[in-house]
């Protein structure tokens, strides 16, 4: 089933950790193997946060071993931070397979990460001038206590409760998932992709890379692919009602943009909160309640129906 | 059977009672369960076990604290103490409010409800000065519900009988598979409404989405704004004097009334190309019908 939830705030900035962990708690009974946010702050100028993983949660009941093996990666991972003249202001390691580093750098970022991914057992989960991604597994509380994600403050971001039925309950399943290898791109998608097969090879095909077997990976990549190629987000999401086939409701962000789209047969759920400060959107209306007690007018978008909205 | 009183009814069996409101059911091997209601029995406005409420007797509930399913306990404890009028204040979009009510009852909800809100009732007046979520009044028998403000997908799932009215605008395959009753959508309507549609008259006074009235068997829609395409079998009809009358007074009744009249309503039936009732068994039609 799975459940969805994003806001975005118009010119300001908002405790979007706290709001988005509301809504998501309020989305818990949609999906409660695992839940991931990705929401957009402000580094600094020329910084980037890069969030990752380093190895699966359920890699830490391996034994003793385990934690040898992530002390290498680390040290792989700083290494290749130092190979490509890469600055590193912060290191934070949150959980002891998930790491956040803030980082000054001025070469390709692209070519930065493919080269981080090389190293065994890691993989990227954010890397931009914006977002930060987080998933893991268990509510949205719980995720947000173990990466204290209540007090972060940002412009906008989006949310996943996974009930998981086509791949894994693992933290490369979860969503969000970052566009990579583009900066601050992020999907969360609530539905079944038909053609997914179909539309990976040929994503594969044009040199794009697949972390998981999670069908909903394929519109981060499907999304990364187009504005690498400069199409614009609104047209990527009208194309995308066309080109893919299933049933499906999903959100994109950017570093300062939030979009939707929803399929033909309109059969996954939305509900709209539109205000002259702020748009909130959910699977459900009980989401939006959980930050708006008051009462607020709401709304379903129909079928195809493609919105974007500037923070 | 007019002979039974209700204290009779009460202390049979439930197989016992299922005859003596004549019905008779059986299991077909391997198949589902089919009821066949006997044409001699008479119709019963109440079930044995309804409250008997007063309408000047007013409480409220204060849902913000609650359970979806306290809050639906609270109802029914209220009606058997008499209450019947309700007031519920604070539903903040939780589900499967005020669902299976059996009875007369004056409920007003004051603010939105989620999904499957007011479903399987038979009887009570409802006002929602709020929005509603998906699956409003799903499998609604009687009674009138009336929303304020806009509702989701799939407003009037399978009802049966009643009034169903959303002032606002509502998503998609609005009474789908509707067998009765009447929904009146004050706004748009969104993709496939009245989907294999059985029974009943739907009335949209916005626009309609595409493929409106795909796979209808019968019933009629009435749409006063653009129509974006018709389904499968769904095909125009002349709007008759008798039409236009039905529409003025259901329409005067909640309010929503155009300005313009009803004059330019389109009118959409079954073609009955693709699916017949008279293709039917006996017993499926008197199922169905």
Redesign the interface.
């Known amino acids: 089933m799975c459940g969805i939830a994003g806001i975005i705030h118009k010119g300001r900035r908002a405790n979007v950790g706290a709001e988005m962990t509301s809504m998501l708690q309020a989305l818990k009974h949609r999906g409660p193997d695992s839940t991931g946010y990705a929401v957009y702050g402000d580094p600094g100028e020329g910084e980037y946060v890069m969030r990752l993983k380093i190895a699966e949660a359920e890699d830490m009941e391996l034994g003793r071993s385990i934690h040898d093996r992530l002390e290498e990666r680390i040290e792989a991972v700083d290494a290749i931070l130092g190979s490509h003249e890469a600055e590193v202001k912060v290191k934070e390691r949150v959980r002891p397979y998930a790491l956040r580093y803030v980082l000054n750098h001025e070469g390709d970022t692209g070519d930065m990460a493919e080269h981080i991914e090389e190293t065994e057992g890691v993989e990227i989960l954010s890397l931009g001038n914006g977002l930060e991604l987080i998933k893991d597994l268990g509510d949205a509380g719980s995720v947000a206590e173990a990466y204290g994600l209540r007090d972060f403050e940002g412009t906008h971001g989006i949310g996943h409760t996974r009930m998981a039925t086509e791949s894994d309950v693992d933290i490369k399943s979860a969503h969000p998932y970052w566009a990579f290898p583009y900066n601050d791109v992020s999907v969360v998608h609530n539905g079944q992709i038909t053609n997914y097969w179909i539309m990976r090879r040929e994503m594969e095909r044009k040199g794009h890379r697949f972390m998981s077997d999670c069908d909903s990976e394929l519109l981060a990549v499907y999304t990364a692919h187009h504005l690498a190629n400069g199409v614009q987000l609104e047209e990527s999401l009208r194309r995308s009602i066309d080109e893919i086939d299933g049933v499906f409701t999903y959100l994109v962000c950017t570093k300062d943009q939030l979009g939707m789209a929803k399929d033909t047969m309109a059969a996954k759920p939305l509900v709209l909160y539109e205000s002259d400060d702020l748009i909130a959107m959910a699977s459900e209306e009980v989401a939006i309640r959980a930050i708006f007690p008051e009462e607020i007018d709401t709304h379903d978008p129909y079928d195809e129906e493609v919105r974007v909205w500037q923070a | 059977m007019s002979g039974i009183s209700d204290a009779e009814l009460r202390e049979m069996t439930q197989e016992e009672r299922v005859n003596a409101l004549g019905m008779t059911t059986e299991q077909l091997t391997g198949k589902s369960l089919y009821i066949e209601f006997d044409p001699d029995a008479q119709e019963r406005f109440a079930y044995p076990w309804a409250p008997d409420v007063d309408f000047n007797k007013r409480t409220e509930i204060d849902a913000s604290d609650l359970t979806n399913t306290e809050v639906n306990a609270r109802i029914r404890g209220l009606m058997a103490e008499g209450y019947g009028t309700i007031v519920l204040q604070?539903p903040?979009?939780?589900?499967s409010l005020a669902v299976g009510i059996l009875s007369r009852l004056n409920l007003i909800i004051e603010?939105?409800?989620?999904?499957f809100g007011v479903g399987l009732i038979d009887g009570p007046n409802v006002r929602i000065?709020?929005?509603v979520?998906?699956s409003c009044a799903e499998n609604m028998m009687s009674g009138t519900v009336i929303v304020e403000?806009?509702a989701?997908?799939t407003f009037g799932a399978a009802i049966r009988g009643g009034d169903l009215v959303c002032k606002?605008?509502?998503?998609?395959?609005t009474g789908i598979d509707m067998k009765g009753g009447t929904i009146i959508v004050g706004g748009d309507t969104?993709?496939?409404s009245g989907f294999m549609m059985q029974r009943g008259r739907m009335v949209v006074c916005g626009n309609a989405?595409?493929n409106l009235g795909d796979s209808m068997y019968d019933g009629t829609i009435y749409v006063g704004g653009e129509i974006r395409s018709l389904g499968v079998d769904a095909v125009t009809a002349e709007l008759t004097t008798l039409d236009k009358e039905w529409l003025t007074r259901k329409l005067t009744q909640y309010g929503l009334m155009p300005t313009t009249g009803v004059d330019h309503f389109t009118k959409i039936v079954a073609g009955k190309q693709l699916w017949n009732y008279d293709n039917l068994e006996p017993n499926e039609k008197k199922l169905i019908l």
């Open positions: 604070n903040r979009g939780k589900h603010g939105s409800t989620g999904y000065s709020g929005r979520g998906w403000k806009n989701g997908s606002g605008s509502v998503g998609s395959r969104g993709a496939l989405g595409k």
